[in-house]
């Protein structure tokens, strides 16, 4: 059987998104184990990685727009009734309705974390950057929506990491595309239909930008207390 690709993620996304699970769990162990110093470093390098994404998603290539992953409602309940009479052998070249929404969620979840986490204190020494600007009451509350949001993400994992193996049994493999970036079908894929691609490397200069000016404003004694 004559297998063609195409290519849906690019090289900003993938190296993205496996960045971020690296970081997260670095957040879980060092905010969990109290080691506040590379807990702040660490979310430095996350709130970064997030900040480019939410602008690459709208300049990025056609599977990171928002504006093109996000759709209506009635597209989610069509693709789950296409599901349910498992009619469903047309394949994504991105994220498929329901996963769009799923992305949302997580950015949302990430971004009410890094906001509540630079507002929080942990009741010894260490605070968030934007701490002294609130009272100690905001801040412990803020402290509190972090464990709180925290638990939440938690849960989205698990959903994530069922759905993904939940497409592996039905065998559509989403993995190895977001390793690889390119996604295998059966039939050719038109040139039309094939989504528009950014060079990822356009994501990374933005990525590093913005990283400069995160590591001035915030993350620049951190770093050299850390090394
Ligand atoms: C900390 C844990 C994780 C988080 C927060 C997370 C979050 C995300 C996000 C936000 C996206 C959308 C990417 C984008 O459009 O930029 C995504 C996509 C994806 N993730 Fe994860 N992820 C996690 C772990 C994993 C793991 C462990 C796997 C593999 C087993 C995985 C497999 C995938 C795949 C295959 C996609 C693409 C889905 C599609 O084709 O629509 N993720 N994930
Ligand atoms: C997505 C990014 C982040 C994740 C996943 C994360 C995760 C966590 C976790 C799991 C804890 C332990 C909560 C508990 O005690 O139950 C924690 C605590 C904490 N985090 Fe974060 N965090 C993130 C971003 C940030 C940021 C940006 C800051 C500030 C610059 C920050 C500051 C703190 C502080 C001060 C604590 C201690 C709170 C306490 O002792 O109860 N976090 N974080």
Redesign the pocket.
Known sequence: MKVSTTAIWDSFVRGYHWLQVL??GG??Y???E?L?DW??A???F??TL?LTRIIWGFIGSDTAKFLLFVRSPRAVLQYFQSMRKKKNDDVHLGHNPAGGYMVLGFFIL?TT????????????I????L?MYITGEESSLM?EI??LN?DV?LGAIILHLVAIFFYLYKKDNLIKPMLNGRKETVTEVDTDAAPKMVNGLIGWIVFATIGSAVYSY?AKDIVAYLF
């Open positions: 970081c997260i957040l879980w060092t905010g969990t109290g506040m807990h702040f660490i979310a430095y996350l709130l997030l990430l974390q890094l906001i509540t986490g630079l507002f929080a204190n942990d009741d010894i260490s605070e968030g950057p701490a402290t972090h464990a925290f993400m915030l």
